[in-house]
Protein backbone atom coordinates (compact mmCIF):
# COMPACT_ATOMS: atom_id res chain seq x y z
CA UNK A 1 0.00 0.00 0.00
CA UNK A 2 0.85 3.64 -0.25
CA UNK A 3 3.71 4.92 1.68
CA UNK A 4 3.09 8.72 3.37
CA UNK A 5 5.42 10.78 5.65
CA UNK A 6 4.95 15.17 7.51
CA UNK A 7 7.00 17.19 8.69
CA UNK A 8 5.74 19.70 11.45
CA UNK A 9 9.20 21.94 12.30
CA UNK A 10 11.44 24.82 11.00
CA UNK A 11 11.41 25.39 7.61
CA UNK A 12 12.74 23.22 4.67
CA UNK A 13 12.33 22.51 1.20
CA UNK A 14 10.15 19.86 -0.64
CA UNK A 15 12.75 18.08 -1.91
CA UNK A 16 14.92 17.52 1.45
CA UNK A 17 11.91 15.77 2.89
CA UNK A 18 10.78 13.89 -0.37
CA UNK A 19 13.27 13.50 -3.17
CA UNK A 20 16.63 13.45 -1.14
CA UNK A 21 16.97 11.30 1.67
CA UNK A 22 18.27 7.64 1.03
CA UNK A 23 15.26 6.18 1.46
CA UNK A 24 13.02 9.32 0.37
CA UNK A 25 9.43 8.64 -0.60
CA UNK A 26 11.12 8.74 -3.66
CA UNK A 27 12.63 6.09 -3.36
CA UNK A 28 10.07 4.16 -1.63
CA UNK A 29 7.87 4.80 -4.85
CA UNK A 30 9.84 1.77 -6.22
CA UNK A 31 11.74 0.44 -3.53
CA UNK A 32 10.11 0.21 -0.39
CA UNK A 33 11.81 -1.16 2.81
CA UNK A 34 8.99 -1.87 4.72
CA UNK A 35 6.20 -2.21 2.68
CA UNK A 36 3.98 -4.96 4.14
CA UNK A 37 0.87 -5.20 0.85
CA UNK A 38 1.58 -4.18 -2.62
CA UNK A 39 5.40 -3.44 -4.17
CA UNK A 40 5.69 -0.26 -5.81
CA UNK A 41 3.69 3.44 -5.51
CA UNK A 42 3.74 4.28 -8.64
CA UNK A 43 -0.11 5.46 -9.07
CA UNK A 44 0.36 8.50 -8.38
CA UNK A 45 1.70 10.81 -5.89
CA UNK A 46 0.78 14.44 -3.77
CA UNK A 47 2.80 17.04 -1.58
CA UNK A 48 0.22 19.54 0.83
CA UNK A 49 2.28 21.85 2.40
CA UNK A 50 1.82 25.85 3.78
CA UNK A 51 3.29 28.72 2.47
CA UNK A 52 3.77 32.09 3.76
CA UNK A 53 1.52 34.70 3.07
CA UNK A 54 -1.27 32.12 1.96
CA UNK A 55 -3.81 30.61 4.68
CA UNK A 56 -4.40 27.17 3.89
CA UNK A 57 -2.27 24.68 2.22
CA UNK A 58 -0.94 24.36 -1.12
CA UNK A 59 -1.43 21.26 -2.93
CA UNK A 60 0.63 19.55 -5.76
CA UNK A 61 -1.16 15.66 -7.19
CA UNK A 62 -0.38 13.93 -10.12
CA UNK A 63 -1.03 10.30 -11.24
CA UNK A 64 1.87 9.75 -12.71
CA UNK A 65 4.79 8.35 -10.33
CA UNK A 66 7.03 10.78 -8.11
CA UNK A 67 9.78 9.08 -10.53
CA UNK A 68 7.90 10.64 -13.42
CA UNK A 69 7.65 14.25 -12.14
CA UNK A 70 11.05 16.06 -13.57
CA UNK A 71 8.80 19.72 -13.23
CA UNK A 72 8.33 19.09 -9.21
CA UNK A 73 11.87 17.52 -9.11
CA UNK A 74 13.22 21.16 -10.49
CA UNK A 75 10.98 23.35 -8.31
CA UNK A 76 10.99 21.36 -4.91
CA UNK A 77 14.33 22.73 -3.71
CA UNK A 78 12.66 26.10 -3.76
CA UNK A 79 9.31 25.42 -2.10
CA UNK A 80 10.19 25.56 1.43
CA UNK A 81 7.62 24.60 4.12
CA UNK A 82 7.32 23.76 8.46
CA UNK A 83 4.06 21.86 8.06
CA UNK A 84 3.75 19.03 4.68
CA UNK A 85 2.38 15.87 4.35
CA UNK A 86 3.05 13.90 0.85
CA UNK A 87 2.15 10.25 0.38
CA UNK A 88 3.14 8.08 -2.84
CA UNK A 89 0.47 5.45 -4.01
CA UNK A 90 -0.35 2.07 -4.74
CA UNK A 91 -3.95 1.87 -5.55
CA UNK A 92 -6.11 -0.70 -3.81
CA UNK A 93 -7.80 -3.13 -6.60
CA UNK A 94 -10.87 -1.68 -7.90
CA UNK A 95 -10.18 1.70 -7.08
CA UNK A 96 -10.01 4.80 -9.57
CA UNK A 97 -6.35 5.32 -11.26
CA UNK A 98 -6.83 9.24 -11.45
CA UNK A 99 -5.20 12.85 -9.68
CA UNK A 100 -8.23 12.98 -7.55
CA UNK A 101 -7.85 9.70 -5.77
CA UNK A 102 -4.60 10.57 -4.57
CA UNK A 103 -3.42 11.86 -1.33
CA UNK A 104 -3.28 14.06 0.36
CA UNK A 105 -6.95 15.05 0.57
CA UNK A 106 -7.88 18.54 1.93
CA UNK A 107 -10.93 20.48 3.08
CA UNK A 108 -10.51 24.05 4.69
CA UNK A 109 -7.41 23.77 6.59
CA UNK A 110 -6.70 20.17 7.05
CA UNK A 111 -4.76 17.68 4.83
CA UNK A 112 -4.91 14.08 5.13
CA UNK A 113 -3.85 11.21 3.66
CA UNK A 114 -4.42 7.37 4.57
CA UNK A 115 -2.42 4.26 4.14
CA UNK A 116 -4.03 1.11 3.54
CA UNK A 117 -8.16 0.09 2.63
CA UNK A 118 -11.49 -0.23 3.63
CA UNK A 119 -14.51 -1.65 2.43
CA UNK A 120 -16.37 1.40 1.42
CA UNK A 121 -19.58 -0.38 1.88
CA UNK A 122 -19.03 0.34 5.59
CA UNK A 123 -18.64 4.00 5.24
CA UNK A 124 -21.70 6.04 6.38
CA UNK A 125 -22.91 8.56 3.16
CA UNK A 126 -20.74 11.39 2.78
CA UNK A 127 -20.16 14.55 1.25
CA UNK A 128 -17.84 16.42 -0.91
CA UNK A 129 -15.39 13.44 -1.37
CA UNK A 130 -13.35 14.24 -4.06
CA UNK A 131 -13.05 11.04 -5.51
CA UNK A 132 -15.12 7.57 -5.30
CA UNK A 133 -11.70 5.92 -3.95
CA UNK A 134 -12.23 4.50 -0.29
CA UNK A 135 -9.80 7.02 0.85
CA UNK A 136 -11.17 9.56 -0.76
CA UNK A 137 -14.31 8.99 1.19
CA UNK A 138 -12.01 8.16 4.65
CA UNK A 139 -10.65 11.28 4.54
CA UNK A 140 -14.48 13.27 3.81
CA UNK A 141 -16.28 10.95 6.74
CA UNK A 142 -13.04 11.97 8.93
CA UNK A 143 -13.41 16.00 7.47
CA UNK A 144 -17.22 16.29 8.29
CA UNK A 145 -16.89 14.76 12.09
CA UNK A 146 -13.95 16.96 13.07
CA UNK A 147 -10.36 16.01 12.75
CA UNK A 148 -10.66 15.79 16.47
CA UNK A 149 -12.86 12.75 16.07
CA UNK A 150 -9.80 10.79 13.84
CA UNK A 151 -9.06 8.42 16.83
CA UNK A 152 -12.69 7.72 16.81
CA UNK A 153 -13.68 7.45 13.36
CA UNK A 154 -11.14 5.02 12.90
CA UNK A 155 -11.70 2.72 16.02
CA UNK A 156 -15.61 2.84 14.65
CA UNK A 157 -14.65 1.90 10.97
CA UNK A 158 -12.25 -0.71 12.22
CA UNK A 159 -15.00 -2.45 13.42
CA UNK A 160 -17.48 -2.10 10.50
CA UNK A 161 -14.61 -3.16 8.74
CA UNK A 162 -12.37 -5.36 11.07
CA UNK A 163 -10.22 -6.37 7.48
CA UNK A 164 -9.90 -2.90 7.03
CA UNK A 165 -6.19 -0.45 7.54
CA UNK A 166 -6.58 2.43 8.73
CA UNK A 167 -2.89 4.53 8.81
CA UNK A 168 -4.19 8.04 8.76
CA UNK A 169 -2.21 10.92 8.42
CA UNK A 170 -3.52 14.70 8.96
CA UNK A 171 -2.39 18.14 9.09
CA UNK A 172 -3.20 21.99 10.04
CA UNK A 173 -0.24 23.62 9.62
CA UNK A 174 0.29 23.78 13.59
CA UNK A 175 -0.22 19.99 14.51
CA UNK A 176 -0.57 16.73 12.86
CA UNK A 177 -2.63 13.83 13.93
CA UNK A 178 -1.98 10.08 12.91
CA UNK A 179 -3.42 6.58 13.32
CA UNK A 180 -1.81 3.15 13.10
CA UNK A 181 -4.55 0.47 12.24
CA UNK A 182 -2.55 -2.42 10.57
CA UNK A 183 0.42 -0.70 8.86
CA UNK A 184 3.58 0.81 9.97
CA UNK A 185 4.87 4.25 11.02
CA UNK A 186 8.05 5.40 12.40
CA UNK A 187 8.76 9.07 13.98
CA UNK A 188 11.76 11.33 14.20
CA UNK A 189 11.80 13.89 16.96
CA UNK A 190 14.74 16.10 16.36
CA UNK A 191 15.93 19.91 17.26
CA UNK A 192 14.48 21.11 14.42
CA UNK A 193 11.30 19.35 14.24
CA UNK A 194 9.32 15.97 14.13
CA UNK A 195 8.46 13.50 11.35
CA UNK A 196 6.20 10.94 11.00
CA UNK A 197 6.42 8.49 8.28
CA UNK A 198 5.48 5.34 7.17
CA UNK A 199 9.06 4.18 7.26
CA UNK A 200 12.36 5.51 8.11
CA UNK A 201 13.70 7.63 5.38
CA UNK A 202 17.06 7.01 6.39
CA UNK A 203 18.95 5.07 8.67
CA UNK A 204 19.33 7.26 11.90
CA UNK A 205 18.96 5.22 14.90
CA UNK A 206 16.64 8.60 16.60
CA UNK A 207 13.49 6.99 14.61
CA UNK A 208 11.23 4.88 16.53
CA UNK A 209 8.38 2.67 15.70
CA UNK A 210 4.73 3.76 16.77
CA UNK A 211 3.05 0.90 18.39
CA UNK A 212 -0.38 -0.49 16.37
CA UNK A 213 -3.73 0.64 17.31
CA UNK A 214 -2.01 3.84 18.01
CA UNK A 215 -3.55 7.88 17.89
CA UNK A 216 -0.36 10.23 17.08
CA UNK A 217 -0.39 13.90 17.81
CA UNK A 218 2.52 16.41 17.22
CA UNK A 219 2.59 19.84 18.18
CA UNK A 220 5.88 22.25 18.84
CA UNK A 221 5.87 21.11 21.73
CA UNK A 222 6.16 17.22 21.42
CA UNK A 223 4.82 14.38 20.13
CA UNK A 224 2.10 12.42 22.20
CA UNK A 225 1.01 8.59 21.17
CA UNK A 226 -2.26 7.41 23.28
CA UNK A 227 -3.65 3.67 22.50
CA UNK A 228 -6.29 3.33 20.21
CA UNK A 229 -7.53 0.37 21.97
N1 LIG B 1 -6.95 2.34 -0.76
C1 LIG B 1 -6.25 3.53 -1.18
C2 LIG B 1 -6.11 3.61 -2.68
O1 LIG B 1 -6.54 2.77 -3.40
C3 LIG B 1 -4.90 3.63 -0.51
C4 LIG B 1 -4.01 2.57 -0.99
C5 LIG B 1 -2.75 2.42 -0.23
O2 LIG B 1 -2.63 2.68 0.96
N2 LIG B 1 -1.86 1.87 -0.93
O3 LIG B 1 -5.54 4.54 -3.17
Redesign the pocket.
Known amino acids: ??RHLAWLGRPRSLSSLVLEPPSSLLVQSWAPRRQR??TV?A?GWGVGFWAAGREGPARWRSARPLWGDPSFASVAPVLVSGCVVAAV????VG?PLEES?VAPFTDGRWLLS????VDRAVLPPVRDAEST???ALLAALVFSRGAGALGDVVREVGVADPAARLNLLAADGSRLLATTWGDTLSALVTDEGTALASEPWDDDPAWTDVPDRSLVEVTPDGLTVTALT
Open positions: MCYGNDRSATMAHNGRVDS
